[in-house]
């Protein structure tokens, strides 16, 4: 007997807020604009605590899921210590449900989730919920998941879109309730492991994000910019430093100045040095170090320093120096006797020139003729990155216990930022139908073998890195502009960009039959859980 109609989202914006214990989630709470989904069309979007609560339950573990091809059931056991279940098949047009209280909105919420994950009804919903567990870890203890709205904000964010896709993406699905179960039991299904769940989600199951990322790197680095002060990004090759400190660039609209680690530099090569002019007279002209003083006596600036361990140690003493900090007293003590035979009034005028905020602290940077550039320390920023590892070139093996007691934030970054490579996607694909989606799916597949591969399954010879991802999106577009279909196109383009770089080669030089299909197998996964892609 069924009952057509119901929407599964009736309910769900009447309870309250009872799992997130914080002033950052409430009902009908307004959603972030930077969180809206592109299924909704209305201007004011709200937030439901109980679609919330269907993510939740999932990402600490609660709901265990069972599938057997298009036929979804999820359980958990209720807070009373009962067992509520639901499940959902196919039926005509549309899909046939039923749950043991299909009063209970948050019930609900999880079938949908458990939907979007395993059947792809939902993507952006999907998509949403791999953001949010990608910020948790998963499974995640309640407890740390809620300690999440006051360590990050970007997880604020990202809870408010997994709500809003997923209301906006199913609210007009047009479900019809079956009042007998559709599915009785497990029996016949498979559970769908944590580790299966992780490997969607494009996550290694059981891994917690390092201290370093409950909080994104841009936004690490952008409140450091606020203040002014030193950091270090350390990570292996391809995972954008580089680019991460570019994005930040175009966030903030800070001035910057780049200067890139080589053995061969000198310390000319930072201050600046005298070069003939046009009439035989010596000009002088700054260095790099010279020119972001100046510029940060103007206004905010950035200092990038690419790969600083290639620097000679004894060519560090000059940023060292240059790193210390003064305090305005400190720093007028070392302007005053140089002006001493000024009049007054003349000395007060030359310091409020180089030192214009009495409470700040300042940078100072003395050049080779003797002249004394200062910064306020707000206004500069010193962002460092570098390769550690036997594995990589530079000279020396660490960094100097001076430069590092200097550096305020050492920022580990073992994998790109995703806000960075999936900006880095679209870009390459930018101007071809569905890019958005392109991308996404490019990022998700370069998660979950980068899961596989820290699974030590040993079937693959190295993780998909986003440099890898770049050059597949590009003989995607490539494919695309011959007529492929996006699925066909992504497939043909990782035979010759993935393919060969992730599986390991046999004797003879041929690639492994079983890293192959592994990272084909991984990709057109992605691709049937994006339907909009179409299908293989």
Not at 169 to 182: D, F, H, I, Q
Not at 227 to 255: D, M, S, Y
């Amino acid at each position: 007997m069924v009952r057509p109609r119901m929407k599964i989202f009736d309910g769900a914006f009447q309870r309250e807020e009872k799992f997130f214990e914080t002033r950052h989630f409430s009902r009908n709470q307004t959603i972030r604009p930077q969180a809206f989904s592109a299924a909704g069309n209305v201007a004011a979007r709200k937030y439901s605590p109980t679609i919330a609560l269907g993510a939740v339950k999932i990402l600490i573990g609660e709901v265990s899921i069972y599938h057997d091809g298009d036929r979804v059931y999820v359980t958990y056991q209720s807070s009373t210590g009962g067992q509520e279940s639901a499940g959902s098949v196919p039926g005509s047009g549309g899909r046939l449900w039923s749950a043991s209280d299909s009063s209970n909105p948050t019930l609900r919420a999880a079938l949908v989730f458990a939907e979007a994950l395993l059947l792809g009804i939902a993507p952006e919903t999907r998509s949403a919920l791999s953001a949010v567990a990608n910020l948790s870890g998963y499974p995640v203890s309640s407890s740390a998941l809620k300690a999440l709205p006051e360590q990050n904000d970007d997880f604020i964010t990202e809870m408010h879109r997994v709500v809003d896709a997923a209301y906006f993406e199913n609210k007009g699905r047009a479900l019809t309730m079956s009042t007998t179960p559709v599915i009785s039991g497990v029996a016949g299904l498979t559970l769908v492991t944590p580790e299966r769940i992780a490997q969607i989600l494009g996550i290694q199951p059981g891994l917690s994000p390092a201290p370093t990322s409950k909080s994104s790197v841009l936004n690490r680095l952008a409140r450091l910019t606020r203040r002014g002060g030193a950091a270090l990004l350390i990570g292996p090759p391809g995972v954008f430093k580089t680019e991460t400190i570019k994005q930040l660039v175009l966030q903030t609209g800070h001035a910057v100045v780049k200067m890139r680690g080589s053995p061969g530099i000198e310390d000319q090569d930072f201050l600046g040095m005298y070069t003939p002019g046009a009439d035989s007279k010596a000009t002088w002209v700054d260095g790099p170090l010279a020119r972001a003083f100046r510029l940060a006596s103007r206004g905010p600036t950035i200092l990038h320093i690419d790969e600083i361990l290639r620097f000679l140690p004894e060519t560090l003493n000059v940023l060292v120096t240059a790193m210390d900090e003064l305090s305005y007293d400190d720093a007028v003590a070392v302007i005053q006797p140089l002006i001493a035979k000024q009049d007054p009034e003349k000395q007060a005028g030359i310091i409020k020139a180089h030192l214009p905020n009495p409470d700040a602290r300042y940078y100072m940077l003395q050049l080779p003729q003797g002249t004394l550039l200062f910064a306020p320390k707000p206004h500069l920023s010193w962002l460092m990155t570098t390769n550690m590892g036997e594995d990589h070139l530079q000279v020396a093996a660490n960094i100097d216990a001076a430069l590092l007691s200097r550096i305020h934030l050492v920022i580990d970054m073992p994998r790109a930022e995703p806000k960075v490579t999936l900006s880095l996607y679209e870009r390459i694909l930018a101007g071809v139908p569905g890019a958005e989606r392109i991308a996404k799916v490019a990022q998700e597949f370069e998660n979950n073998v980068y899961s596989h591969y820290q699974s030590g399954d040993g079937n693959l010879a190295r993780p998909l890195d986003p440099r890898k991802v770049i050059a597949m999106l590009q003989e995607t577009r490539a494919c695309l502009e011959d007529g492929m279909p996006p699925a066909d196109a992504l497939v043909e383009a990782a035979l010759v960009t993935a393919v060969p770089h992730c599986a390991a080669r046999n004797p003879d030089g041929s690639l492994e039959e079983v890293g192959v299909s592994t990272t084909i197998d991984f990709l057109k996964e992605v691709i049937r859980f994006n339907q909009t892609l179409g299908g293989l």
